[in-house]
């Protein structure tokens, strides 16, 4: 049997993304001992340090670096994530943002019944910081195409069609974004009617959020423009034990950037005792998305299992372990 061997862009990028990533990396290599998929990393620079060090936060040998890799997982930038992952989004057409909450055992959930996925579009909106400001009186343009649209809506429902779920809610503010989101809605449609077998339906933002917060296990696949995306996911994420835990993949077509929701976390960072679970997550997602299916598997049982025996717990999770023990321990689980 030919062993499969990939080349993963690392980009660690500050405050906790070395540590976080370290972590990763460590699960990742004993993941290679069990199976025999081999990984070969190569790190590139991108954030805050860069920036000083160099006058760019995202050099141009990093954008290279994502594209010629076969996949590409990110920890987190500080004051620059405007300069970095937003351009390397738009400029790989990164067009879907995958954002599930689901509970994990032994972290405290406002909601443990909550188990769906948010795919958010990830390259227009009011993301593509189209504005300007005079000193009293602003604007950003809110751009909306057809094509982006039906794209992650179709996304979606392959999501569901892959993962066995039935139910699609796209969330819009058609009532008043008129225009965009009118148009969100006709690509939305148009792409429902090709999936008759799933159930389709529509919910205004701000009903889907008080939703989302009283009957989160209502909603299995949820479609939704950039913003909306980015605020429900964080809702979602507060649901199921926060920042800490939440993973998140940007896919393009052959193209992706895996990564933790969170960010650099200054106050903590250089301490090694950053939760590196939502890195780790991320890399299993990375593993799904390049068909490694049971390793993906193999990464999530063994975090699972860490969490759920609750001896090696980090301090964000009331433990008292540094973000390397946790890792050693999830690398042991495997
Ligand atoms: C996220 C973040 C980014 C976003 C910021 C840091 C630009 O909040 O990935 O959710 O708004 O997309
Ligand atoms: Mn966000």
Known sequence: MVMAKYNLALLPGDGIGPEVMDATVKVLDALEAKTGISFKYKTYMIGDAEKKRSGTALPQETIDGVKAANACLFACVGETAKETILPLRQKLNLYVNLRPAKAYPGVPALKPETDLMIVRENTEGIYKMIGDRSPKSAFNVRVVTYEASYNIVKYAFEY?????????????????????DGLFLEAARDVATEYPDY?????????????????????????????????LSDVAAGLVGGLGMAPSGNVGED???????HGSAPDIAGKGIANPSACILSAAM???????????EMVVAA????????????PDLGGKNSTNEFAEAVAAAL
Do not use: Q
Not at 255 to 261: A, L, N, R, S
């Open 255 to 261: 193209i992706c950037i895996f990564e933790p929701v």
């Open 303 to 314: 975090v699972l299992k860490v969490l759920e025996e609750g001896k090696v717990k980090t």
């Open 286 to 296: 990375m593993l799904e998305w390049l068909k490694e299916k049971d390793a993906a």
């Open 199 to 231: 159930e389709y339906n529509e919910l205004i933002v701000d009903a889907a959020a008080m939703r989302l917060v009283m009957y989160p296990e209502s909603f299995e696949v949820v479609v939704t423009t950039n913003m909306f995306g980015d605020i």
């Open 160 to 180: 569901a069609k892959a993962n066995g779920k039935k139910k699609v809610t796209a969330v819009h503010k058609a009532n008043v974004l008129d225009y965009t």
